[in-house]
């Protein structure tokens, strides 16, 4: 499956911005998708899963409550709503799908099979 993710750009601190990823190439209701974000010098982390009926939701404690998830099956997309953005928020920002279900792995970049390029996300203080 091909991935694109866009809607990142420059936003004040308290500001929001909605991320899209439009998927194409597979049927996308077989994948659950997940958005992870890198800092520059930081390693990649999670953000937020959503599996493929919409159901199943995990969120990173750290956006819990500011950040939601979403996905429309019907149009090949997932979404993260971004609200109340802070400073720290800023980071380039990566949707990913992976074929198999729910583990401990899906909390790391190496449970996820396919990646859209990222795009970057900048809070301005």
């Known amino acids: 499956v091909q991935l694109q993710a866009f809607g990142g750009g420059l936003v004040q601190a308290g500001g929001s911005l909605r991320l899209s990823c439009a998927a194409s190439?597979?049927?996308?209701?077989?994948?659950?998708m997940g958005w992870f974000r890198q800092a520059p010098g930081k390693e990649r982390e999670f953000v937020a899963r959503?599996?493929?009926?919409?159901?199943?939701?995990y969120t990173a404690d750290s956006v819990k409550g500011r950040f939601t998830i979403s996905r429309d099956n019907a149009k090949n997309t997932v979404f993260l709503q971004m609200n109340s953005l802070k400073p720290e928020d800023t980071a380039v920002y990566y949707c990913?799908?992976?074929?198999?279900?729910?583990?401990?792995?899906?909390?790391?970049?190496?449970?996820?099979?396919?990646w859209g390029q990222g795009t970057q996300v900048t809070v301005s203080g």
């Open positions: 190439g597979r049927t996308f209701s077989n994948y659950a």
């Open positions: 959503i599996g493929r009926s919409g159901v199943s939701i």
């Open positions: 990913a799908a992976d074929r198999g279900y729910f583990t401990n792995r899906s909390y790391l970049p190496q449970g996820y099979d396919y």
